[in-house]
């Protein structure tokens, strides 16, 4: 089995379903020869030809526009953005149009698009290469919205969501696209979208976190492990939806819960998580519910690594919960 | 009438080439120092970031008589919309060496705060306004602050940078709609560098310029040739004078080339061939103007290599004392956010400082560098 990094797993993913179908095509900004500014895209164009993978012009909503479109003729377009900060000028376009086709059309006209992009900081990059945009997107009805920490994860998730029939926003976590390596199997495979995984067992305190969270979270577990505490680690993978009873489950077993996310705390995917956790399983909590989140300042420069929870915040989060 | 191209530099005729209007000898002066300046910033911040003295750059080689012919007509009414390659702009307009330096560093004295990342200049003294990453959007603002000083009824202009991928984005075409549906005094100055990342302009565009699309929205279309900075200098002025005189705005397209990467973590041999480059290599902008002057008997002995040290030990000088600046503290992180400090970011600043007491500060990350 080839050891890939999260980057040449969604590599992969993408090799195998264009091979698989061909109604996947791939567009975006530098995604054919360059085969994308991260390289996510390499070897596409070479492989499948100029009409299933191409670059466009320089138009964020041109983008997902036309895949929009496409999606309602019949392709399954996976349209790039080339960070998640430049989504933007085409919010429009995937929240009024794509999100709502199947619904206001009835149930005739259907929108099945993957649209990839790479989020979250830890990169050096400032306010326009580093946000966690999820949000918003989890605001919004008719959208899935997938976020893989790991590369088995990356492989199969982003095949489900190409196989899916509704539109995915799906985050790759750039911070980890080429700082762990994994397993993963040649040949297409699926991860289901919607269910959680346990990525750490553990008796204590119980921390929900997804994408490059993930990998900060298990540090802060290995330091607590140190101070006596055993935390066990959710990760989401899907945000919508949401698989709920996977982190309830844990809950009801350790009776604390921590949230963690890169993403500003005022009305972030956090925040819906304690939400839940407050509603469902109250009789459990020794603790109140807390987040660990980025602040509520635009995302800076060379304050970075003062802006983004790093395992130090978790585990004061955590020390927090177990002592309350 | 958008393909021809307006040329100044190079002529046919004998004798002392003719300046454009407004154009005396000091100026040709002043603008070749200010090229050169640009060149060796760019040379020298090149090197600091290959050494990991600094994050990331974005040279502007090959391009800076765009930004500096062009910035040149401003008087001190006139605002600026940039985008990241104008940084002969900025100079141009008076910012300061040191203060360009600091922003690199991200550091204390930096004036943007330490808040975005390096060649985002922000000089308001110089109506520099700040830059941002996301392509275009400065279109469409350097037209609303045109209508501005309609409102106001100034005699100056807005001028507003950007590049050939640009022309693609839904700002560029609402800036220039919107300037020519209200007259507004807005010069829309497209460096045409021929490629957005790896991307070539055909993939941007299959108008026959940049400058004929002007024609549909109302507007005139000026093709001028960007590695000449007269040219670039009398074409910005005769839209400048249109905008003073109230009849609204011009688009200018200065054809030029990216002979650098597109940034620090570009490598341009993956998708750019190699001939291209040489053909452009050979019309520098800085060359030309040099032999210009030699014809126009402009040039003096100071201008070669004494020039380019004194320049170079100016750069060495703001680069120490960067260096030797601390970096922003962690408190400030919540500045700025709003006028006034919110009671929630107040509680987050405070808990921050309080952790950073018990626990330590957070480290950074040496390993984290930008990717691209
Ligand atoms: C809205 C948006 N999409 C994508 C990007 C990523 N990006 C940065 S520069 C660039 C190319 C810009 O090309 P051009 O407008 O020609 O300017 P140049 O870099 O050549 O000066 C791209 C795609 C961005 N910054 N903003
Ligand atoms: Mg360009």
Partial sequence: ?324 | MSQEMLTVLETKKRGKPALPKGVDDDLVRRMYRLMLTTRLMDDRAMRLQRQGRIGFYVPSIGQEACAVGSAAVMTDEDWCFPSYREPGAALTLGADLQAIVHEWYGNAADNTKGRQMPVHYSFKAQRFVSISSPIGTQIVQGAGAAMAMKIRGKKAFSITYFGDGATSSNDFHTGLNFAAVYKSPCIFFCSNNQWAISCPLSQQTASESIAVKAQAYGMPGVRVDGNDVLAVYQATSEAAERARAGEGPTLIEGLTFRIGPHSSSDDPTRYRPSEQLEEWQAKDPIARLEAFMKKAGLWEDAFGEPLVEEINASIAEAVKVAEETAMPASATLFDDVYADLPAHLAEQRDRLLQQEKTAGAAEMDADAAFPL
């Avoid at chain 1, 999606?71 to 009024?96: K, N, T």
């Avoid at chain 1, 005739?108 to 989020?119: G, K, N």
């Fill in chain 1, 1 to 324: 089995m080839p050891t890939l990094t999260l980057l040449q797993a969604v590599n992969s993913a993408l090799m195998d379903e264009m091979a698989e179908d061909e109604n996947v095509v791939v567009l975006g900004e530098d995604v054919g020869l360059n085969g994308g500014v991260f390289r996510a895209t390499e070897g596409l164009q070479a492989k499948y030809g100029e009409n299933r993978c191409f670059d466009t012009p320089l138009a964020e909503s041109g983008i997902i526009g036309t895949a929009v479109g496409m999606a309602v003729y019949g392709l399954r377009p996976v349209p790039e953005i080339q960070f998640s900060d430049f989504i933007y000028p085409a919010f429009d376009q995937i929240v009024s149009e794509a999100a709502k086709m199947r619904y206001r059309s009835g149930g005739e006209f259907t929108c099945p698009m993957v649209i990839r992009t790479p989020s979250g900081g830890g990169i050096r990059g400032g306010h326009y290469h580093s946000q966690s945009p999820e949000a918003y997107f989890a605001h919004t009805p008719g959208l899935k919205v997938v976020m893989p920490a790991t590369p088995y994860d990356a492989k199969g998730l982003l095949i489900s969501a190409i196989r899916d029939d509704d539109p995915v926003l799906f985050f790759e976590p750039k911070r980890i696209y080429r700082s762990i390596k994994q397993d993963v199997p040649e040949g297409a495979y699926e991860v289901p979208i919607g269910k959680a995984r346990v990525a750490r067992e553990g008796t204590d305190c119980t921390v929900v976190t997804w994408g490059a969270m993930v990998e900060t979270c298990e540090k802060a577990a290995k330091q607590a492990e140190e101070k006596g505490i055993s935390m066990e680690i959710i990760d989401l993978r899907s945000l919508v939806p949401l698989d709920e009873e996977a982190f309830l489950e844990s809950v009801r077993k350790t009776g604390r819960c921590v949230v963690a996310s890169e993403a500003p705390r005022i009305c972030g995917f956090a925040s819906e998580v304690a939400a839940i956790v407050s509603e469902k399983a109250i009789e459990s909590l020794e603790a109140p519910v807390l987040r660990v989140t980025g602040f509520d300042t635009p995302f800076p420069y060379s304050l970075e690594h003062v802006y983004m929870p790093d395992a130090k915040r978790v585990l004061a989060a955590v020390e927090h919960a177990v002592n309350f």
